[in-house]
């Protein structure tokens, strides 16, 4: 088989970096260092908290009789959510580096000066995008009538007897999910941090997750249940569970990247 010439390149520039194996339970002091980081510089991740708590809520109101879209939004929303974090992984090099980190620290990695940023956000929303559109065709074609509210979804689609639409829903959305995943854990900070292409970074990230399936399954059941409980406080929860997640994203890239 013919590797292609720059995925070649990217190989090569992902192999400079060593991968680290930790044990399972470092995810937990991933959150632990994650809490201290946003107790001690607390503004700009409650600024990021709090915008995406509000775009949470603007789109329950704009998809509020229309859940066939909003449950496949909000599952796109956990796949972009790495992107939007970005500023606060400039937070977290700061405080590492024992510099003054501020809300300028984090708006600055805003500035598109970096454009493999750039790429790598628009790459994670096109797939955000293209699972929306899935999930709403599955719902709205398959489901035993119009799903316009959280209860019409629960009744025929979660706990209809007749119907496996919702676990080919779950299915569906898990094996997008999971690649999307092994792609972007460690990739973002990467990119932030060291001169890697996009490619490179992702194939670091995979690399990662092949050294340590137990731990970063853990980090990901961790990520979900953590945001899951955001969203069930009518998104007040995601103020601080979305900075609380960045920071301790970049100690695990701290931790499995050498």
């Not at 500023?87 to 980190?101: C, I, S």
């Not at 805003?110 to 994670?124: A, Q």
């Amino acid at each position: 088989m013919i590797v292609p010439m720059h995925d070649t390149a990217a190989l090569l520039q992902s192999r400079r970096h060593a991968v680290r194996s930790v044990g399972w339970t470092q995810p937990l002091r991933w959150l632990a260092l994650g809490w201290r980081d946003l107790a001690r510089c607390p503004l700009p991740g409650v600024v990021h908290g709090l915008a995406l708590a509000l775009f949470g809520g603007a789109l329950s109101v704009i998809a509020r009789e229309r859940f066939w879209l909003l449950a496949g939004a909000f599952s796109g929303f956990l796949l972009v959510a790495p992107v939007l974090a970005t500023g606060l992984y400039a937070v977290t090099r700061a405080l590492e580096r024992g510099e003054r980190a501020t809300l300028a620290t984090a708006a600055d990695s805003w500035i598109p000066h970096d454009h493999r940023l750039l790429v790598f956000g628009v790459l994670l929303s096109g797939a955000g995008t293209v699972w929306v559109m899935t999930s709403a065709s599955l719902i709205t074609g398959f489901a035993d009538g119009e799903v316009r509210v959280p209860t019409d979804f629960v009744r025929l689609v979660v706990l209809n007897p007749q119907s496996w639409l919702f676990e080919a829903w779950l299915l569906l959305g898990g094996a997008m999910a999971a690649p999307l995943f092994a792609s972007s854990v460690i990739a973002l900070p990467l990119l932030l941090d060291r001169d890697d292409g996009v490619w490179a970074a992702v194939l670091t990230s995979w690399r990662c997750v092949l050294a340590n399936p137990l731990p970063l399954a853990v980090w990901a059941a961790l990520v979900m249940a953590l945001t899951l409980l955001g969203m069930a406080t009518l998104l007040f929860g995601l103020v601080l569970v979305v900075p609380w997640l960045a920071h301790a994203s970049w100690h695990a890239y701290r931790d499995l990247v050498v």
